[in-house]
């Protein structure tokens, strides 16, 4: 069992950055790939990034390739999600997520573990 909390989500201008947070309870998280996703108003969740246990493989969806940068941190539990040059189709709440098990996973469905959400929202 695994519980998320994110945080570091605002308001922000076009352009900007904003760096969010998930800090996890429990033991194994290292065991654990960890992913964000987002869901803007009227949409389904999306993939957004996605980071393999030791860290080493990053993944990212083609709509943030470049700009959002995933890492994590085994000894505080927590993993990070930097977003730089922000654009107002990037307003979302964003969610971290967690799956048991190492490899790439891009579905919802493939994530067992979620938070509660942080809103990000980018002014044009």
């Known amino acids: 069992q695994v519980q998320l909390v994110e945080s570091g989500g605002g308001l922000v201008q076009a352009g900007g950055s904003l760096r969010l947070s998930c800090a996890a309870s429990?033991?194994?998280?290292?065991?654990?790939?960890m992913g964000w996703f987002r869901q803007a108003p009227g949409k389904e969740r999306e993939f957004a990034a996605a980071i393999s246990w030791s860290g080493d493989s990053t993944y990212y969806a083609d709509s943030v390739k470049g700009r959002f940068t995933i890492s994590r941190d085994n000894a505080k539990n927590t993993i990070y999600l930097r977003m730089n040059s922000l654009k107002p189709e990037d307003t979302a709440v964003y969610y971290c997520?967690?799956?048991?098990?190492?490899?790439?996973?891009?579905?919802?469905?493939?994530?067992?573990?979620w938070g509660l959400g942080t809103q990000v929202t980018v002014s044009s």
């Open positions: 997520a967690a799956h048991s098990g190492n490899g790439a996973y891009f579905y919802t469905r493939e994530y067992g573990y």
């Open positions: 429990g033991r194994t998280f290292s065991s654990y790939t």
